[in-house]
């Protein structure tokens, strides 16, 4: 999704790898900054827009898109150990172009405008944490980069990539000094086109292409604080590219995508109006064994319904009444504090989701941005 505040910050940081003489620093804040002060001009100056429908082709949309100014690779799991155990698990690549082409013309990689974000995050229910990691490194092809075939996304060490020819499996492999997560992910159903065939409207004037793969089974390991523990379960992948930012008049997003237990895999997001007023430009997506059907603004009501507050005295909405397709579905999160203490700062994490008769009827995850 296009988010001004997240793409602003990762350009500015941007910047600053860029002129550190090939060093590539693990975590650079750059907080303060926008993405007006970094870049300047048109928006879409030089870059190409997500204007039109454009049928997705694959497998070469699950790589880079160099001509557009942004886009990411966006990995959550909801996992069980043996134990009933619960984990959740986050990999995010963020590309950004600081100019268009993204490449140098004396084919020197080091001059690369193309730089690299990537956010690693475990969150372990029992233990009731959540940790996080963050790191940042130029385009070139020993720090961070993108693949098409075969695929690969990685950023120093971490990396999503097809573990034989075909796009599917994937692995995933991480690991910080407090966590490491190495997974397997298999897909159970196609990639779904989001919005209007892949063409996701943000707003009268914004919009990106958008798919999603729904449907991941997962299986591997993670290191905890604890040990070493075998999981199993859902990942839900999505892939977004565009140029155009947010409007002013909104604040940020709710997003949530959800892996049902009667089959279905539901995602909506709402925008979030500085005049508080909904907006017609909310949407989702609901996928069953039929297929996948998109969600109009009218088509779902999210309405808060708990707030937690952080130690920066952020209140955070972290249990929430669904109400889609016929259903009531409550969406709490699995453990309050899931902040993502990072040089964008947003919350991200698992959520368990139930009837209202208190019955567990799913997982996911929910990520939370622009609140202050």
């Not at 988010?3 to 620093?25: D, F, K, M, T």
């Not at 709402?270 to 007023?277: E, S």
């Amino acid at each position: 999704m296009s988010w001004p505040e997240r793409r602003g910050r990762i350009a500015a940081a941007a910047v600053l790898v860029l002129a550190a003489c090939g060093e590539s620093p693990a975590e650079t804040p750059a907080q303060g900054l926008r993405l007006a002060q970094v870049l300047g001009g048109s928006p879409d100056e030089g870059f190409r827009v997500a204007d039109r429908v454009v049928p997705f082709s694959f497998p070469a949309d699950h790589g880079p898109h160099p001509g557009f100014r942004s886009e990411w690779w966006y990995l959550t799991v909801a996992l069980r150990s043996p134990a009933g155990h619960e984990f959740g698990v986050q990999f995010t690549l963020f590309r950004q172009a600081l100019r268009p082409g993204g490449t140098p013309d004396d084919g020197d990689a080091w001059r690369s405008g193309q730089v690299f974000l990537g956010h690693l995050a475990l969150t372990d229910v029992e233990a009731r944490k959540h940790l996080e990691a963050e790191r940042l490194a130029r385009g070139h092809p020993r720090l961070a980069g993108v693949r098409t075939a075969p695929f690969a996304a990685w950023i120093e060490g971490w990396r999503l990539a097809s573990a034989e020819g075909a796009f599917l499996p994937l692995r995933l492999t991480g690991a910080t000094e407090a966590f490491a997560v190495d997974l397997t992910l298999e897909g159970a159903r196609p990639p779904s086109p989001q919005g209007d065939r892949g063409l996701s409207a943000k707003g009268p004037d914004n919009a990106s292409y958008y798919y999603s793969i729904p449907r991941l089974r997962a299986n591997g390991t993670l290191r905890t604080s604890a040990g070493t523990v075998s999981v199993a379960g859902h990942g839900w992948l999505d892939r977004e590219w565009s140029t155009s930012v947010l409007a002013d008049e909104y604040a940020g997003w709710d997003w949530f995508a959800l892996h049902l237990d009667d089959g279905r895999d539901l995602m909506v997001f709402q925008l979030r109006r500085r005049d508080g007023q909904p907006d017609r430009y909310d949407q989702g997506l609901l996928v069953d064994a039929d297929g996948s059907r998109h969600l109009a603004a009218d088509d779902f009501d999210l309405v808060p319904d708990r707030q937690w507050r952080d130690r920066e005295n952020v209140r955070w909405p972290v249990r929430w009444r669904l109400q889609v397709d016929g259903d009531t579905l409550l969406v709490e999160a699995a453990v309050d504090d899931q902040v993502m203490d990072t040089s964008i700062r947003y919350w991200e994490g698992l959520v368990r989701v139930h009837a209202p008769d208190g019955r567990r009827v799913g997982s996911g995850y929910m990520e939370l941005t622009g609140y202050r």
